[in-house]
DNA sequence: GTCTATATAAAGATAGAC
DNA sequence: GTCTATCTTTATATAGAC
Protein backbone atom coordinates (compact mmCIF):
# COMPACT_ATOMS: atom_id res chain seq x y z
CA UNK A 1 0.00 0.00 0.00
CA UNK A 2 0.71 3.85 -0.21
CA UNK A 3 3.27 5.07 2.30
CA UNK A 4 2.13 8.54 1.69
CA UNK A 5 -1.04 9.05 2.47
CA UNK A 6 -1.94 10.52 -0.63
CA UNK A 7 -1.27 13.78 1.46
CA UNK A 8 1.98 14.79 2.47
CA UNK A 9 3.57 14.25 -1.44
CA UNK A 10 5.73 16.86 -3.21
CA UNK A 11 3.29 16.27 -6.30
CA UNK A 12 0.22 17.54 -4.33
CA UNK A 13 2.54 20.54 -3.04
CA UNK A 14 3.01 21.29 -6.99
CA UNK A 15 -0.87 20.84 -7.34
CA UNK A 16 -1.86 23.24 -4.51
CA UNK A 17 1.41 26.19 -5.78
CA UNK A 18 0.11 25.68 -9.05
CA UNK A 19 -3.77 26.08 -9.01
CA UNK A 20 -3.00 29.20 -6.50
CA UNK A 21 -0.93 30.67 -8.81
CA UNK A 22 -4.13 30.62 -11.33
CA UNK A 23 -7.04 31.15 -8.80
CA UNK A 24 -5.61 34.37 -8.25
CA UNK A 25 -5.21 35.06 -11.54
CA UNK A 26 -8.01 33.84 -12.58
CA UNK A 27 -10.39 32.89 -9.83
CA UNK A 28 -11.76 29.77 -8.41
CA UNK A 29 -14.81 29.13 -11.17
CA UNK A 30 -12.54 30.63 -14.01
CA UNK A 31 -9.85 27.96 -13.39
CA UNK A 32 -10.21 24.69 -14.11
CA UNK A 33 -9.17 21.06 -13.06
CA UNK A 34 -7.72 20.83 -16.94
CA UNK A 35 -5.80 23.83 -16.51
CA UNK A 36 -4.33 22.48 -13.59
CA UNK A 37 -3.09 19.38 -14.99
CA UNK A 38 -2.00 21.03 -18.30
CA UNK A 39 0.27 23.22 -15.82
CA UNK A 40 1.71 20.27 -14.08
CA UNK A 41 2.60 18.58 -17.55
CA UNK A 42 0.05 15.43 -16.47
CA UNK A 43 -3.69 14.35 -16.92
CA UNK A 44 -6.95 15.34 -15.25
CA UNK A 45 -6.94 12.27 -13.23
CA UNK A 46 -3.62 12.41 -12.15
CA UNK A 47 -5.09 15.61 -10.06
CA UNK A 48 -8.09 13.65 -8.64
CA UNK A 49 -5.63 11.06 -7.37
CA UNK A 50 -4.24 13.73 -4.95
CA UNK A 51 -7.84 15.43 -4.18
CA UNK A 52 -10.74 14.29 -4.39
CA UNK A 53 -12.78 17.21 -5.72
CA UNK A 54 -11.93 20.88 -6.70
CA UNK A 55 -13.24 22.08 -3.72
CA UNK A 56 -11.06 20.17 -1.60
CA UNK A 57 -7.91 21.75 -3.46
CA UNK A 58 -9.53 25.24 -2.72
CA UNK A 59 -10.18 24.38 1.14
CA UNK A 60 -6.12 22.72 1.09
CA UNK A 61 -5.09 26.41 -0.29
CA UNK A 62 -7.13 28.81 2.15
CA UNK A 63 -6.81 26.06 5.41
CA UNK A 64 -3.59 28.46 6.83
CA UNK A 65 -5.30 32.04 5.22
CA UNK A 66 -8.14 31.37 7.54
CA UNK A 67 -6.19 29.80 10.49
CA UNK A 68 -4.34 33.26 10.50
CA UNK A 69 -6.66 35.51 10.51
CA UNK A 70 -9.01 33.63 13.37
CA UNK A 71 -6.08 34.40 14.95
CA UNK A 72 -5.98 37.91 14.74
CA UNK A 73 -9.66 38.18 15.37
CA UNK A 74 -8.71 36.19 18.69
CA UNK A 75 -6.44 39.18 19.90
CA UNK A 76 -8.83 41.24 18.51
CA UNK A 77 -11.33 39.67 20.95
CA UNK A 78 -8.61 39.38 23.80
CA UNK A 79 -8.21 43.64 23.83
CA UNK A 80 -4.95 43.79 22.10
CA UNK A 81 -4.00 47.62 20.96
CA UNK A 82 -4.57 49.03 17.33
CA UNK A 83 -1.12 48.99 16.53
CA UNK A 84 -0.72 45.48 17.11
CA UNK A 85 -3.74 44.49 14.94
CA UNK A 86 -3.10 46.41 12.23
CA UNK A 87 0.75 45.27 12.31
CA UNK A 88 -0.41 41.89 12.20
CA UNK A 89 -2.84 42.43 9.52
CA UNK A 90 0.04 43.54 7.22
CA UNK A 91 2.34 40.97 8.14
CA UNK A 92 -0.42 38.25 7.38
CA UNK A 93 -1.23 40.01 3.90
CA UNK A 94 2.22 40.56 2.93
CA UNK A 95 3.40 36.79 3.83
CA UNK A 96 0.44 35.69 1.53
CA UNK A 97 0.95 37.86 -0.60
CA UNK A 98 0.94 34.91 -3.06
CA UNK A 99 -2.99 34.74 -2.16
CA UNK A 100 -3.86 38.44 -3.54
CA UNK A 101 -6.78 38.46 -5.29
CA UNK A 102 -8.04 35.12 -3.35
CA UNK A 103 -9.70 37.28 -0.96
CA UNK A 104 -11.50 39.52 -3.10
CA UNK A 105 -12.71 36.83 -5.51
CA UNK A 106 -16.21 36.19 -5.08
CA UNK A 107 -16.31 32.86 -6.42
CA UNK A 108 -13.45 31.59 -3.80
CA UNK A 109 -15.54 33.81 -0.83
CA UNK A 110 -19.16 32.20 -2.49
CA UNK A 111 -17.90 28.36 -2.69
CA UNK A 112 -15.62 28.95 1.28
CA UNK A 113 -18.84 30.10 2.26
CA UNK A 114 -20.17 26.87 1.22
CA UNK A 115 -18.09 24.72 3.10
CA UNK A 116 -19.97 25.14 6.85
CA UNK A 117 -15.72 23.66 8.38
CA UNK A 118 -14.48 26.78 7.06
CA UNK A 119 -15.04 29.53 9.33
CA UNK A 120 -16.13 32.31 7.46
CA UNK A 121 -12.83 34.71 6.31
CA UNK A 122 -15.21 37.97 6.30
CA UNK A 123 -17.04 37.42 9.63
CA UNK A 124 -13.32 37.43 11.43
CA UNK A 125 -12.57 40.74 9.05
CA UNK A 126 -15.67 42.36 10.81
CA UNK A 127 -14.30 41.60 14.26
CA UNK A 128 -11.22 43.40 13.77
CA UNK A 129 -12.56 46.10 12.36
CA UNK A 130 -15.05 46.19 15.18
CA UNK A 131 -11.87 45.93 17.79
CA UNK A 132 -9.98 48.62 15.70
CA UNK A 133 -13.33 51.05 16.50
CA UNK A 134 -12.58 50.65 20.09
CA UNK A 135 -16.19 49.80 22.49
CA UNK A 136 -19.66 51.95 22.04
CA UNK A 137 -17.70 53.39 18.54
CA UNK A 138 -19.34 56.63 16.68
CA UNK A 139 -20.29 56.44 13.40
CA UNK A 140 -17.01 58.31 12.63
CA UNK A 141 -15.30 55.86 14.61
CA UNK A 142 -16.86 52.90 12.66
CA UNK A 143 -15.15 54.70 9.28
CA UNK A 144 -11.82 55.47 10.39
CA UNK A 145 -11.37 51.83 11.87
CA UNK A 146 -12.50 50.61 8.14
CA UNK A 147 -10.42 52.98 7.02
CA UNK A 148 -7.22 51.98 9.05
CA UNK A 149 -8.62 48.59 7.81
CA UNK A 150 -8.08 49.07 4.25
CA UNK A 151 -4.38 50.25 4.55
CA UNK A 152 -3.38 47.39 6.43
CA UNK A 153 -5.21 44.69 4.01
CA UNK A 154 -5.60 46.64 0.39
CA UNK A 155 -2.67 49.33 0.76
CA UNK A 156 -0.34 46.69 1.61
CA UNK A 157 -1.32 44.22 -0.79
CA UNK A 158 -0.71 46.86 -3.12
CA UNK A 159 3.03 47.58 -2.07
CA UNK A 160 3.43 44.14 -1.72
CA UNK A 161 2.64 43.41 -5.32
CA UNK A 162 4.23 46.44 -6.73
CA UNK A 163 7.29 45.12 -4.98
CA UNK A 164 9.11 41.63 -6.35
CA UNK A 165 10.21 40.53 -2.63
CA UNK A 166 8.57 40.76 0.63
CA UNK A 167 7.75 43.75 2.27
CA UNK A 168 10.86 45.41 3.76
CA UNK A 169 11.02 47.17 7.15
CA UNK A 170 10.43 50.82 5.73
CA UNK A 171 7.83 49.74 3.96
CA UNK A 172 5.84 47.98 6.82
CA UNK A 173 6.96 50.83 9.13
CA UNK A 174 5.29 53.47 6.40
CA UNK A 175 2.26 51.37 5.76
CA UNK A 176 1.69 50.91 9.97
CA UNK A 177 2.21 54.90 10.54
CA UNK A 178 -0.25 55.44 7.63
CA UNK A 179 -2.92 52.97 8.89
CA UNK A 180 -2.66 54.38 12.45
CA UNK A 181 -3.18 57.94 11.16
CA UNK A 182 -6.19 57.06 9.21
CA UNK A 183 -7.69 55.12 12.63
CA UNK A 184 -6.96 58.46 14.56
CA UNK A 185 -9.21 61.53 15.39
CA UNK A 186 -8.27 64.98 14.47
CA UNK B 1 -38.30 45.80 -38.80
CA UNK B 2 -36.86 46.80 -34.99
CA UNK B 3 -37.70 50.66 -33.63
CA UNK B 4 -35.74 49.25 -30.87
CA UNK B 5 -31.94 48.99 -32.08
CA UNK B 6 -31.85 45.87 -30.08
CA UNK B 7 -29.86 48.43 -27.13
CA UNK B 8 -32.40 50.75 -25.39
CA UNK B 9 -34.57 48.02 -24.41
CA UNK B 10 -36.49 47.81 -20.80
CA UNK B 11 -35.30 44.14 -21.37
CA UNK B 12 -32.13 44.95 -22.08
CA UNK B 13 -31.48 46.78 -18.95
CA UNK B 14 -32.82 44.36 -16.69
CA UNK B 15 -30.86 41.86 -18.22
CA UNK B 16 -27.98 44.13 -17.12
CA UNK B 17 -29.16 44.94 -13.73
CA UNK B 18 -29.20 41.26 -12.99
CA UNK B 19 -26.05 39.82 -14.45
CA UNK B 20 -24.43 43.05 -12.44
CA UNK B 21 -25.87 41.33 -9.28
CA UNK B 22 -24.84 37.99 -10.34
CA UNK B 23 -21.53 38.80 -10.96
CA UNK B 24 -20.56 40.80 -7.66
CA UNK B 25 -21.78 38.14 -5.86
CA UNK B 26 -20.39 35.21 -7.70
CA UNK B 27 -17.86 36.13 -10.41
CA UNK B 28 -17.81 36.80 -13.82
CA UNK B 29 -16.52 33.35 -14.49
CA UNK B 30 -18.76 32.15 -12.15
CA UNK B 31 -22.08 33.21 -13.67
CA UNK B 32 -23.96 31.33 -16.51
CA UNK B 33 -25.80 32.54 -19.30
CA UNK B 34 -28.55 29.96 -17.80
CA UNK B 35 -28.11 31.65 -14.23
CA UNK B 36 -28.87 35.24 -15.60
CA UNK B 37 -31.80 33.94 -18.12
CA UNK B 38 -33.14 32.00 -14.65
CA UNK B 39 -33.50 35.04 -12.49
CA UNK B 40 -34.80 37.04 -15.72
CA UNK B 41 -37.51 34.26 -16.30
CA UNK B 42 -36.93 33.39 -19.82
CA UNK B 43 -34.81 31.25 -21.96
CA UNK B 44 -30.93 31.24 -22.27
CA UNK B 45 -32.17 32.52 -26.49
CA UNK B 46 -33.94 35.00 -25.12
CA UNK B 47 -30.83 36.89 -23.60
CA UNK B 48 -29.16 36.06 -26.72
CA UNK B 49 -31.15 38.13 -28.82
CA UNK B 50 -29.70 41.08 -26.36
CA UNK B 51 -26.57 40.38 -26.27
CA UNK B 52 -24.69 38.48 -28.62
CA UNK B 53 -22.32 37.18 -26.16
CA UNK B 54 -21.62 37.08 -22.65
CA UNK B 55 -18.59 39.32 -22.85
CA UNK B 56 -20.59 41.53 -24.80
CA UNK B 57 -22.64 41.88 -21.35
CA UNK B 58 -19.54 42.84 -19.28
CA UNK B 59 -18.35 45.17 -22.12
CA UNK B 60 -21.99 47.01 -21.09
CA UNK B 61 -21.62 46.62 -17.83
CA UNK B 62 -18.23 48.13 -17.09
CA UNK B 63 -18.16 51.09 -19.92
CA UNK B 64 -19.61 53.31 -17.47
CA UNK B 65 -17.13 52.66 -14.70
CA UNK B 66 -14.18 52.37 -16.82
CA UNK B 67 -14.75 55.98 -18.51
CA UNK B 68 -15.42 57.13 -15.36
CA UNK B 69 -12.04 55.59 -14.17
CA UNK B 70 -10.52 57.34 -16.95
CA UNK B 71 -11.61 60.81 -16.21
CA UNK B 72 -10.27 60.75 -12.83
CA UNK B 73 -6.52 59.96 -14.27
CA UNK B 74 -7.25 62.68 -16.42
CA UNK B 75 -7.68 65.15 -13.71
CA UNK B 76 -4.55 63.30 -12.24
CA UNK B 77 -2.45 64.07 -15.04
CA UNK B 78 -3.42 67.99 -15.38
CA UNK B 79 -2.18 68.23 -11.79
CA UNK B 80 -5.55 67.90 -9.38
CA UNK B 81 -4.66 68.24 -6.20
CA UNK B 82 -4.50 65.23 -3.78
CA UNK B 83 -7.80 65.92 -1.90
CA UNK B 84 -9.43 66.45 -5.52
CA UNK B 85 -8.79 63.13 -6.66
CA UNK B 86 -9.37 61.63 -3.42
CA UNK B 87 -12.66 62.85 -3.20
CA UNK B 88 -13.18 61.55 -6.91
CA UNK B 89 -12.58 58.03 -5.91
CA UNK B 90 -14.25 58.43 -2.85
CA UNK B 91 -17.64 59.67 -5.03
CA UNK B 92 -17.19 57.27 -7.66
CA UNK B 93 -16.74 54.13 -5.19
CA UNK B 94 -19.64 54.92 -3.29
CA UNK B 95 -21.47 55.70 -6.63
CA UNK B 96 -20.42 52.55 -8.87
CA UNK B 97 -21.39 50.06 -5.49
CA UNK B 98 -22.96 47.80 -6.97
CA UNK B 99 -20.28 47.09 -8.68
CA UNK B 100 -18.39 46.52 -5.29
CA UNK B 101 -16.78 42.88 -5.77
CA UNK B 102 -16.76 43.96 -9.81
CA UNK B 103 -13.04 45.38 -9.59
CA UNK B 104 -11.19 42.57 -7.52
CA UNK B 105 -12.57 39.44 -9.22
CA UNK B 106 -9.80 37.94 -11.41
CA UNK B 107 -11.73 36.40 -13.73
CA UNK B 108 -13.64 40.16 -14.66
CA UNK B 109 -10.12 41.64 -15.00
CA UNK B 110 -8.94 38.84 -16.80
CA UNK B 111 -12.19 39.14 -19.17
CA UNK B 112 -11.75 42.78 -19.37
CA UNK B 113 -7.95 42.56 -20.18
CA UNK B 114 -8.57 40.38 -23.04
CA UNK B 115 -10.56 43.12 -24.61
CA UNK B 116 -8.25 45.74 -26.07
CA UNK B 117 -11.16 48.51 -26.45
CA UNK B 118 -11.36 48.44 -22.43
CA UNK B 119 -8.68 50.63 -21.44
CA UNK B 120 -6.82 48.93 -18.72
CA UNK B 121 -8.69 50.23 -15.43
CA UNK B 122 -5.99 48.91 -13.18
CA UNK B 123 -3.08 51.39 -15.38
CA UNK B 124 -5.59 54.18 -14.65
CA UNK B 125 -5.56 53.39 -10.97
CA UNK B 126 -1.32 52.99 -11.01
CA UNK B 127 -1.70 56.86 -12.61
CA UNK B 128 -3.31 58.14 -9.74
CA UNK B 129 -1.04 56.79 -7.27
CA UNK B 130 1.20 58.12 -9.14
CA UNK B 131 0.01 61.47 -8.92
CA UNK B 132 -0.99 61.24 -5.63
CA UNK B 133 2.88 60.15 -4.23
CA UNK B 134 4.21 63.47 -6.48
CA UNK B 135 6.48 64.47 -8.92
CA UNK B 136 10.11 62.56 -8.06
CA UNK B 137 8.58 60.37 -4.79
CA UNK B 138 10.59 58.45 -2.28
CA UNK B 139 10.11 55.03 -1.34
CA UNK B 140 8.30 56.06 1.79
CA UNK B 141 5.84 58.49 -0.20
CA UNK B 142 4.82 55.90 -2.73
CA UNK B 143 3.97 53.81 0.11
CA UNK B 144 1.79 56.80 1.92
CA UNK B 145 -0.01 57.28 -1.92
CA UNK B 146 -1.18 53.16 -2.10
CA UNK B 147 -2.25 53.95 1.62
CA UNK B 148 -4.50 56.69 0.95
CA UNK B 149 -5.86 55.16 -2.32
CA UNK B 150 -6.78 51.84 -0.51
CA UNK B 151 -8.44 54.18 1.48
CA UNK B 152 -10.48 56.10 -0.62
CA UNK B 153 -10.96 52.80 -2.50
CA UNK B 154 -11.46 49.89 -0.47
CA UNK B 155 -12.22 51.91 2.60
CA UNK B 156 -15.18 53.52 0.69
CA UNK B 157 -16.07 50.05 -0.65
CA UNK B 158 -15.99 48.40 3.18
CA UNK B 159 -18.41 51.77 4.13
CA UNK B 160 -20.78 51.70 1.25
CA UNK B 161 -21.51 47.82 1.97
CA UNK B 162 -22.07 48.31 5.05
CA UNK B 163 -25.17 51.19 5.19
CA UNK B 164 -27.96 50.39 3.13
CA UNK B 165 -27.70 53.49 1.28
CA UNK B 166 -25.45 55.33 -0.34
CA UNK B 167 -22.30 57.29 1.67
CA UNK B 168 -23.97 60.00 3.57
CA UNK B 169 -21.95 63.49 4.20
CA UNK B 170 -20.34 62.86 7.19
CA UNK B 171 -19.03 59.42 6.15
CA UNK B 172 -17.72 61.16 3.31
CA UNK B 173 -15.91 63.56 5.17
CA UNK B 174 -14.25 61.10 7.23
CA UNK B 175 -13.09 58.91 4.66
CA UNK B 176 -11.79 62.34 2.86
CA UNK B 177 -9.73 62.91 6.21
CA UNK B 178 -8.34 59.50 6.98
CA UNK B 179 -6.80 59.34 3.16
CA UNK B 180 -5.57 62.46 3.67
CA UNK B 181 -3.96 61.64 6.72
CA UNK B 182 -3.02 58.38 5.22
CA UNK B 183 -1.32 60.37 3.04
CA UNK B 184 0.22 62.88 4.90
CA UNK B 185 4.13 62.43 6.08
CA UNK B 186 4.36 63.29 10.13
C1' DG C 1 1.05 7.23 -9.12
C1' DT C 2 -0.23 8.27 -13.65
C1' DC C 3 -2.47 7.04 -17.90
C1' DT C 4 -6.61 6.60 -21.53
C1' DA C 5 -11.20 6.48 -22.01
C1' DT C 6 -15.55 7.69 -20.68
C1' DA C 7 -19.76 9.17 -18.14
C1' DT C 8 -22.42 13.17 -17.14
C1' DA C 9 -23.52 17.70 -16.63
C1' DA C 10 -23.24 22.46 -17.75
C1' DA C 11 -21.33 25.97 -20.41
C1' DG C 12 -21.62 29.34 -24.58
C1' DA C 13 -23.91 29.94 -28.63
C1' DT C 14 -27.06 29.30 -32.92
C1' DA C 15 -31.23 27.77 -35.95
C1' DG C 16 -35.57 28.19 -36.87
C1' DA C 17 -40.54 28.12 -35.29
C1' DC C 18 -44.01 31.23 -33.51
C1' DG D 1 -39.02 39.33 -28.79
C1' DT D 2 -39.15 34.91 -26.90
C1' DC D 3 -39.49 30.00 -27.38
C1' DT D 4 -37.72 24.87 -28.05
C1' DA D 5 -34.30 22.20 -29.76
C1' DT D 6 -29.78 21.46 -30.79
C1' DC D 7 -24.65 21.93 -31.64
C1' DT D 8 -20.14 22.20 -29.67
C1' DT D 9 -17.07 22.75 -26.15
C1' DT D 10 -15.66 22.36 -21.72
C1' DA D 11 -16.34 21.10 -17.01
C1' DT D 12 -16.15 17.79 -12.92
C1' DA D 13 -15.48 13.33 -11.87
C1' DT D 14 -14.84 8.13 -12.23
C1' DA D 15 -13.35 3.34 -14.09
C1' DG D 16 -10.01 0.51 -15.02
C1' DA D 17 -5.47 -0.52 -17.36
C1' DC D 18 -0.53 -0.23 -16.53
Same mark, same amino acid.
Given at each position: ??????? !??? !??????????????????????????????????????????????????????? @?????????????????????? #???????????????????? !?????????????????? +?? @??????????????? +???????? @?????? #?? @????????? !???????????????????
Amino acid at each position: MNTNERG !TGR !TRARILEIARELMAKQGYAGTSIAHIANQLGTSKAGIYYHFKSKEEILDALLTRP @VLAYADIAERAAQGAPPAELLG #AIIDLTAELKEFAGFHSDPS !TLLALGERPQQSDIQSKQ +VR @VIAALAGPRPSQAAR +VRARAAFA @VASDGT #AG @VAAASDNGL !TKPERDELLAAALRALQPR
